[in-house]
């Protein structure tokens, strides 16, 4: 509820300062403002915004998980490694490693 709050907040505050911009720049060229020429504008600002908030968390999420996963002991250990180990334990249990 307080995330939608502040959402609806700063996405009216948006609209607002934007909106009195283009009120600005319409009357320095002697134009009047035109809601039909702001509200395309306002909307793909708005939908520019997101898409940039989206990609930006899409990335950390995804580069998170991929630094999680280095970081991660399995990441660590080689393939090559790990057939030492099993190696040695089939050795231990006088197996030969090498006999399917």
Do not use: C
């Not at 907040?9 to 320095?28: G, H, N, P, T």
């Not at 403002?33 to 520019?48: G, M, N």
């Not at 580069?63 to 231990?92: P, V």
């Amino acid at each position: 509820m307080v995330t939608g709050a502040l959402f609806l907040l700063s996405w009216i505050a948006q609209f607002v300062f934007q909106a009195s911009v283009a009120s600005d720049e319409a009357s320095q060229h002697g134009r009047s403002f035109a809601w039909a020429d702001f509200l395309p504008q306002f909307l793909a600002s708005t939908f520019e915004n997101w898409q940039s908030e989206f990609l930006q968390l899409i990335w950390q999420a995804a580069g998170l998980a991929l630094f999680y996963h280095w970081g991660s002991s399995q990441s660590r250990e080689s393939d090559e490694r790990i057939e030492a180990k099993l190696d040695a334990l089939l050795r231990e249990r006088d197996l030969d490693p090498q006999d399917p």
